[in-house]
T-cell receptor, first 114, second 109 residues
Framework: DGGITQSPKYLFRKEGQNVTLSCEQNLNHDAMYWYRQDPGQGLRLIYYSQIVNDFQKGDIAEGYSVSREKKESFPLTVTSAQKNPTAFYLCASSILAGGNTEAFFGQGTRLTVV | EDKVVQSPLSLVVHEGDTVTLNCSYE??????LLWYKQEKKAPTFLFML????IEKKSGRLSSILDKKELFSILNITATQTGDSAVYLCAVDGWGKLQFGAGTQVVVTP
């Protein structure tokens, strides 16, 4: 089945450690996105990518890094520079051309810093 | 700076009421406006709007876009407890998908 897969579902990290969240899609979508969601809040854009080997910062990119080496994959690294990383992280993808450009979401990764 | 603003941030209604959710935006290179419903984890898609004045309907939900005034509304009629969720508005700026803060809707029996 086509879809977008995030892993792991739950992640615990010690302060000062980097951690990488995986996002893979087999929808042949051009664009991919990472969002952060805190309790009771909407989705804030961290990074997005429209094409392989290119990506742009969103509104809250500090303390995060990404790569887009393959069309299907857009991993997010939460670095030790991110002061408050505990949150729910959502990955999404969409096409860039054509009529139906809705974004499809993964099931999310809940990151907890302990 | 691009922004998407939703109002109200939260509301509580009784079953059977009608609710209207608002979304205003300032986005460069506008392509479409999307509405999502989020209950637990991943948001689920409701509507995509690209043209002004054309209402989209799905059961008790409907939505319309005004590209001149830069806003959209989402209506839910005859609300049910299953409509309790966060409703998210997003604007697609050709590869940059920006969300508002969401409106938390609680429907009481």
């Amino acid at each position: 089945d086509g879809g977008i897969t995030q892993s792991p579902k739950y992640l615990f990290r010690k302060e000062g450690q980097n951690v990488t969240l995986s996002c893979e899609q087999n929808l042949n979508h051009d664009a991919m996105y990472w969002y952060r969601q805190d309790p009771g809040q909407g989705l804030r854009l961290i990074y997005y990518s429209q094409i392989v080997n290119d990506f742009q910062k969103g509104d809250i990119a500090e303390g995060y890094s990404v790569s887009r080496e393959k069309k299907e994959s857009f991993p997010l690294t939460v670095t030790s520079a991110q002061k408050n990383p505990t949150a729910f992280y959502l990955c999404a993808s969409s096409i860039l051309a054509g009529g139906n450009t809705e974004a499809f979401f993964g099931q999310g990764t809940r990151l907890t810093v302990v | 700076e691009d922004k998407v603003v939703q109002s109200p941030l939260s509301l509580v209604v009784h079953e059977g009421d009608t609710v209207t959710l608002n979304c205003s935006y300032e986005v460069t290179n506008f392509r479409s406006l999307l509405w999502y419903k989020q209950e637990k984890k991943a948001p689920t898609f409701l509507f995509m709007l690209t043209s002004s004045g054309i209402e989209k309907k799905s059961g008790r939900l409907s939505s319309i876009l005004d590209k001149k005034e830069l806003f959209s509304i989402l209506n839910i009629t005859a609300t049910q407890t299953g409509d309790s969720a966060v409703y998210l508005c997003a604007v697609d700026g050709w590869g940059k998908l920006q969300f508002g803060a969401g409106t938390q809707v609680v429907v009481t029996p």
